[in-house]
């Protein structure tokens, strides 16, 4: 039987579209959500200088979702650097622990997991050209970190971010009808930009292009 969960969010400022701290009761996952013009107030937060998983979300030209994500031991320092080298963002998730409990490795960790998880859910257009650093960590710190991560995935959902859900496929009932259509067949000039004209929306075609084995062109080609 599915238990129910407290969930408590701060609104740092009384503005609901403010800085905002999300954590769950009894776990040590904490979200800090903010807009990029609050940059300034997060930096002089003190658990925003922790090792942090951070997503930052925003649209591209067309108004398509997109995110990248990203690892730092100082959370905050490191997005610094992405005020003005990533300009579409202007939303950030920032998950931290509440204590000091974890570190670059663990933050590594949940990195890759969040790069992969949302590259393969396809909600948004990911960003990052690569997966993460592939870590090796203990097998108890494995299970901290995969406790971790569920608590990420459902604080992103709870704000409405669903960067880390599966669309589930509609079963055909009977009697209904599938339509198909054929067109003429196009010549795309890169992978992303193929990837882009079958889903409809921006995607980095280098890691969304995959075989039945999961490998992406990136791994097989660019890894060569």
Partial sequence: MARG????????????????TVFISNKIC????????EFEMVSKMEESSR???????????????????????????????????????????????????????????????????????????????QSGKEISLSNYQIDIMEEFFDDVRLL????????????????MKNGENLFHIKVRDYVLASPSTAASYCSGRSCNGWTHWINDEGQSQDELYRGE
Wanted: aromatic share 10%; proline share 3%.
């Fill in 5 to 20: 969960k407290v969930i408590t969010t701060h609104l740092r400022t009384g503005d609901p579209n403010g800085i905002r």
């Fill in 30 to 37: 904490e979200m800090i959500v903010f807009p990029k013009s």
């Fill in 51 to 129: 090792p942090a998983l951070y997503i930052l979300l925003g649209e591209d030209e067309n108004g398509s979702a997109q995110a990248y994500i990203g690892e730092s031991t100082n959370g905050v320092k490191r997005i610094y650097n992405h005020k003005s080298h990533k300009l579409f963002w202007n939303k950030c998730l920032m998950f931290v622990a509440k204590d000091e409990s974890i570190n670059k490795a663990d933050v590594q960790y949940l990195e890759r997991k969040a790069i992969d998880l949302a590259t393969d859910c396809a909600q948004y257009g990911v960003m990052n050209e």
């Fill in 156 to 171: 992103a959902s709870f704000i409405g971010c669903p960067i880390f859900e599966k669309q589930e496929k509609t079963k």
